[in-house]
C-alpha cells in the first residue's frame, strides 16, 4: 500500500465555520507533512511531523493547527480562514526525518479548499 | 533557506522530441534532489530522484543529470509522448530533514 489517503476531496466553509482535513497513510512512515499549493504554483510545506511530534512549523498562522494523533494519522485543523486560504491542502509522508538519506515523500490527492 | 529557480516556466514540444527542464538552488548543504509530475487536478507524483553522490541517473526515457560545483540539475525527457502533458516541479531537500523547497514548475505540453 504507497497511498496517503486526504479527505474530504473538496471543502467549501464559510469564515466563521471550523473545520478538519484528513490524512492517513498505512506504510509505517514516521514523517509527515502538510503543504498548501496555489492555482499555477508549487506546493509550499506549512508543517512536518516527526515520529508524531511537530518538527518544522514554517510561519504559518494559528488559524491553521496540525495535529498527529497517531503514526498514521495527520489532521489540519481550520478556523476563522481568509479567502486567500483557498487553495489545495496536500499530505505527504516519508520514511522519517532521522533516516541518513532522504526517501520519497508520496503525496495524498488533497483537499480543495474554497472559503467563503 | 533554500531558494529552487526552474526554468523554462513553459515548453511546448513536438511528439517524439526531446524535452529539458533545468533548475538551480542556493543551499550548498541540500543533497537530495527529487522531481514531481502533476497533471491537472492531480498529486504529485515522483517519477525521478538522484542524490548528491551521484552525477547522473537514468530511467527509461527519463533521466536526471547533478553538478553540485554549479548548484544545477536537469531534467531530460526523451522520445516526449502527449500522455507526459503535464506541470513538472523540481525540488531540493538536505539531510537534516526531508523538507523539500520546490521550484516555480515547468508546464510541458507535448503536440501530437
Known amino acids: 500500500d504507497t497511498e496517503v489517503t486526504q479527505t474530504p476531496k473538496h471543502l467549501v466553509m464559510g469564515m466563521t465555520n471550523k473545520k478538519s482535513l484528513k490524512c492517513e497513510q498505512h506504510?509505517?512512515?514516521?514523517?509527515m507533512y502538510w503543504y498548501k499549493q496555489k492555482a499555477k504554483k508549487p506546493p509550499e510545506l506549512m508543517f512536518v511531523y516527526s515520529y508524531e511530534k511537530l518538527s518544522i512549523n514554517e510561519s504559518v498562522p494559528s488559524r491553521f493547527s496540525p495535529e498527529c494523533p497517531n503514526s498514521s494519522l495527520l489532521n489540519l485543523h481550520l478556523h476563522a480562514l481568509q479567502p486567500e486560504d483557498s487553495a489545495l491542502y496536500l499530505c505527504a509522508s516519508s520514511q522519517g526525518l532521522r533516516a541518513m538519506m532522504n526517501t520519497e515523500a508520496f503525496f495524498g490527492q488533497g483537499t480543495r479548499l474554497t472559503v467563503v | 533557506g533554500e531558494n529552487v529557480e526552474q526554468h523554462p516556466s513553459t515548453l511546448s514540444v513536438q511528439e517524439g522530441d526531446s524535452a529539458v527542464i533545468k533548475c538551480t538552488y542556493s543551499d550548498s548543504a541540500s543533497n537530495y534532489f527529487p522531481w514531481y509530475k502533476q497533471e491537472l487536478g492531480k498529486r504529485p507524483q515522483l517519477i525521478i530522484d538522484i542524490r548528491s553522490n551521484v552525477g547522473e541517473k537514468k530511467d527509461q526515457r527519463i533521466a536526471v543529470t547533478l553538478n553540485k560545483t554549479a548548484k544545477h540539475f536537469s531534467l531530460h525527457i526523451t522520445e516526449t509522448q502527449p500522455e507526459d502533458s503535464a506541470v513538472y516541479f523540481c525540488?531540493?531537500?538536505?539531510?537534516?530533514?526531508?523538507?523539500?523547497?520546490f521550484g516555480g514548475g515547468t508546464r510541458l505540453m507535448v503536440k501530437p
Open positions: 506504510m509505517g512512515h514516521r514523517a
Open positions: 525540488a531540493a531537500s538536505t539531510h537534516a530533514g526531508n523538507m523539500l523547497t
